[in-house]
């Protein structure tokens, strides 16, 4: 409990060893706080070297054989709907139209389940490996590779290294950072932070926790310019940034402060008038998710003060051990 409380008590003094005191007392500024990596993280860092990641083949294994258990459960029910059918008069005229939707369910099905058996014969074959130079991802047969030197600040913004959430994953957040594509373009890094790109081959890496943080470790300690962290990557991927040791408690809070802000919006659906003309309806329900919204972000700011604005890291000259 001890070693808890003296945590909690370093992530939310504003002005922890490496910040400037006259920016910390201001947690919302642009200007990043500089923050110091220990020594003793920086050792590990050289000694640890590679990370690979360690897929977890039985999970992976379970997905696939629940959905195909879920696809032949469908297959066999929707089999004895049609064997178990007594009376077919109801389909008089409508006899080609019923062919072809059966047709087409059952194509659909055995596709699933021919699909779903084949990736059997694919599991593992997903990997993560992060080391002094870059990382690699993805299919080993045709891997997607970065090189730390590539990496680059943004051009436009005050964050080099955030996370997000996409349109096509509404659910999963994602790593973002910037790499140089020559021509002097630059080109989007966009990485889940569960570090998987194809469930059905590896669903999670059991080593996640120390892939992210190796990961953001090497964006750290990477030569001048710095670059700037959104104190969200850390809450997302459950690390202290000036310890670098676990920290699981923020993220935790955040989604409940997320959960908790939608009760405004909620209410507004509970206790509308019926009858009220719906533009009324939506302006209350854009205030409502504001007012959600800001109360989170007051909360989150009152508990970790020192979890607020972006960061930089001071490592000594040089690229990373």
């Known amino acids: ?14 002005a922890a060893r490496g910040m400037a005191p006259a920016r910390a007392a201001d947690t919302h500024v642009a200007v990043p706080r500089v923050l110091e990596v220990p020594a003793h993280v920086l050792e590990a860092l050289a000694r640890d070297g590679a990370v690979e990641g360690v897929p977890d083949l039985v999970a992976t294994r379970l997905l696939l054989g629940g959905l195909v258990a879920l696809f032949a459960l469908m297959a066999l029910s929707f089999a004895a709907a049609v064997v178990l059918q007594d009376d077919w008069s109801n389909l ?10 059966v047709l087409a369910l ?4 055995g596709g699933g389940l021919w699909y ?34 590539e990496v680059c600040r943004v051009r436009a913004g005050l964050q080099d290294v955030k996370t997000e959430f996409t349109s096509s994953d509404a659910i999963v957040k994602r790593l ?91 209410a507004v659906f509970l ?14 329900l854009v ?10 972000g007051w909360f989150m700011d009152q508990r970790y003060p020192g979890l607020q604005g972006v960061f930089e890291f001071e490592t000594p000259a040089g690229p990373a051990p």
């Open 271 to 284: 206790v509308w008038p019926l009858g009220e003309h719906v533009g009324w309806m939506i302006a209350v």
């Open 106 to 109: 059952l194509a659909g099905l």
């Open 92 to 101: 008089h005229g409508n006899e080609g139209i019923v062919a072809l939707a």
């Open 1 to 14: 409990m001890a070693r808890k409380n003296r945590k909690s008590q370093s992530i939310a003094a504003p």
């Open 116 to 149: 779903l058996l084949r990736q059997f014969a694919h599991v593992d074959q997903g990997s993560i490996r992060i080391d002094a130079d870059g990382m690699r991802w993805g299919n080993p047969a045709s891997p997607q590779a970065v090189a730390w030197r």
């Open 287 to 296: 205030l409502a998710m504001l007012a959600g919204a800001g109360a989170m």
């Open 176 to 266: 973002v950072f910037q790499r140089a594509a020559g021509g002097g373009e630059t080109m989007d890094v966009r990485l889940p932070l569960a570090l998987t790109m194809d469930a059905p081959r590896v669903l999670r890496f059991c080593n996640r926790a120390a892939l992210l943080r190796a990961l953001l470790l090497r964006l750290a300690t990477q030569p001048r310019p710095r670059l700037r962290f959104a104190a969200e990557v850390f809450i997302d991927a459950g690390v202290d940034p000036q310890t670098w040791e676990p920290m699981l408690a923020p993220r935790r809070w955040m989604w409940l402060s997320s959960l908790a802000a939608l009760l405004p919006v909620l």
